[in-house]
């Protein structure tokens, strides 16, 4: 079996992947909160994570990988937004608010990550879900003095799990010296965080021990985690920015409620995004959600592309010029896989073996286009198709669609290129060449490269045709 190699976030080392059982391969990543529509970062971690699914997929076999993404639909900001849109007349309670909000923002979230082309993971878990597991387990860390009740809030004791800092390599007393922590008069020590805190009658809320309330961040991925992949599991992963606090109070709370497990064996982390040299930031106009890109005619794939031309551990720039190349690229992949590969035969071939090699050694997505590349250069037309299909990047469907639509235009192709034939013919004539050029301009708005010499007239379609300009001109 192919030897996988990851960075350990963990141990700072990269390691052979050894999962825990090969035929049941279990990786959890870290969702958005649904609050609003998924920022060009959000989608970062989605790629990366997508990218390593498939790799397990194609090593282990589809269905030996479980793949859990949450959603967390329970927070301020969601609350926030639902109480906004009840004092401005909304119909409904809070809670039904709150609940119109989630699912119009996971049904956004789907149709964006569906457009990047990324797989759904086998589950997708939501918090309000397992507000009972969180319950449970919040509970149980009580009763075993890792956390302790206080003015209606549960808080974890973070100075009672001895191994805490060791994802991110600092100290309990380095982290309060330099990290923005809550000060609550209620806390044994500014560390602890909350596992539970007591609900408003404007915010939503569910029955406890500790009284009507809900959970705080960090326990639903544990909870969630541990009810669908079990105590112990193979990957964890998520944006650099989660890696302290939430993954470290995830691996706290984890590792003291089920002492007997590991937790996590692999930790990744993702380096986070830049837009054309800066950080993203709407103070600075170079802000924009995934919805922002594909409305202004970027395609998804080109999206996915660009993130794919760096390697997840490295910060990554967005830029409109990579775009620009990329989009260009893409097209040129989809006209060669088109007319030279073997549509069939391409559905039941291998993804070239490079390619997984180089994703095989900690995801290098860089030297996978770099082969992919060579995949073209060499006229390996059917891995080609494949690999573009295995990456996600061009679906088998759309060069399926390019043929079909090549051949329904051949007649009037035939055609056009017998009018531009006969155009040309009366230009050299009377030498006026006016109707010749508005005929190729409109061809090539078409996305019809034009190819005119003494030997004849060839209309080829590119990248960018349009059956339905071509008709229009007949």
């Not at 963990?10 to 035929?23: A, G, V, W, Y």
Request: net charge negative; proline share 5%; with cysteine.
């Amino acid at each position: 079996m192919m030897k996988i190699r990851l960075t350990n976030s963990k141990t700072r080392r990269k390691e052979d992947f050894q999962p825990i059982d090969p035929s049941n391969v279990r990786m959890y990543v870290c969702g958005p909160t649904v609050y609003d529509r998924a920022h060009l970062g959000n989608a970062r971690p989605v790629i990366v994570f997508d990218v390593l699914y498939r790799l397990l997929r194609h090593v282990y076999g589809p269905d030996h990988v479980t793949y859990v993404r949450n959603f967390t639909d329970v927070d301020d900001k969601i609350n926030a937004e639902a109480l906004r849109r009840q004092k401005a007349g909304a119909t409904g309670t809070l809670e039904e608010l709150v609940h119109e909000r989630t699912e119009e923002t996971i049904a956004w979230y789907h149709a964006d990550m569906n457009a990047l082309g990324a797989l759904r993971p086998d589950h997708e878990p939501r918090a309000t879900e397992y507000i009972t597991q969180m319950v449970a387990m919040t509970a149980d860390l009580i009763a075993k003095g890792h956390a302790y009740e206080a003015n209606g809030h549960v808080l974890f004791r973070v100075r009672s799990y001895k191994d805490y800092g060791k994802l991110s390599g600092r100290s309990v007393d380095d982290m309060i010296a330099g990290a923005r922590v809550e000060i609550a008069p209620y806390k044994e020590d500014p560390m602890d965080f909350v596992l539970w805190k007591p609900s408003s009658g404007e915010e939503p809320g569910w029955a406890s021990p500790w009284g009507r309330g809900r959970p705080g961040w960090h326990i639903e991925c544990s909870a969630m985690a541990h009810e669908l992949l079990g105590e112990s599991f193979d990957i964890h992963g998520g944006g650099l920015d989660l890696q302290f606090p939430h993954h470290e109070n995830e691996i706290a709370q984890s590792a003291c409620a089920h002492p007997h497990g590991d937790f996590a064996h692999y930790w990744l982390h993702n380096e986070m995004l830049q837009v054309e040299g800066k950080k993203m930031s709407k103070s600075l106009g170079n802000f924009f959600t995934v919805r922002d890109l594909l409305d202004r005619g970027v395609p998804g794939e080109v999206i996915r592309f660009v993130f794919l031309m760096t390697h997840y551990r490295s910060p990554m720039d967005w830029t409109a010029e990579k775009a620009v190349a990329v989009d260009a690229k893409l097209g040129d992949y989809l006209v060669l896989g088109e007319r030279f590969a073997d549509l069939s035969t391409a559905r039941l071939t291998a993804p070239a073996p490079e390619v997984i090699e180089a994703l095989a050694d900690d995801l290098n997505t860089h030297l996978a286009l770099v082969e992919i590349d060579r995949l073209a250069d060499n006229a390996r037309w059917n891995e080609l198709v494949t690999t573009l299909d295995f990456l996600g990047l061009v679906p088998f469907e759309r060069f399926e669609a390019r043929r079909a639509e090549l051949a329904g235009s051949a007649a009037n192709l035939a055609r056009l290129t017998e009018t531009l034939a006969s155009d040309r013919a009366s230009a050299m004539a009377s030498k006026d060449f006016s109707t010749v050029d508005a005929l190729k301009s409109a061809l090539i708005a078409a996305g019809v490269e034009v190819r005119m010499s003494k030997a004849g007239i060839e209309l080829v379609p590119g990248p960018d045709f349009d059956p339905a300009k071509l008709e229009a001109l007949l």
